[in-house]
């Protein structure tokens, strides 16, 4: 949770509505005000914070 959190507050309102709020990207489209397109690129952005933020990092990895 604290990953999400972390994410600027544009990324966290959309990754909420499609995820928690079960909104589709029309939905939360006209919920913002914003074009489709822009909750789209706003979702993969998240997406790609949250994967950074979750994977570790090569420090933390277990080599063979």
Do not use: N
């Not at 999400?4 to 489209?29: G, M």
């Not at 993969?44 to 090569?58: D, E, K, V, Y």
């Amino acid at each position: 949770m604290e990953a999400i959190t972390e994410l600027p507050e544009h990324l966290r309102e959309v990754l909420v509505l499609v995820l928690a709020e079960d909104l589709s990207y029309p939905e939360v489209a006209t919920a913002l005000g914003i074009p489709v397109g822009t909750v789209k690129s706003r979702m993969s952005h998240a997406r790609r914070h949250l994967s950074a933020r979750l994977s570790p990092s090569p420090a933390r990895r277990s080599t063979p």
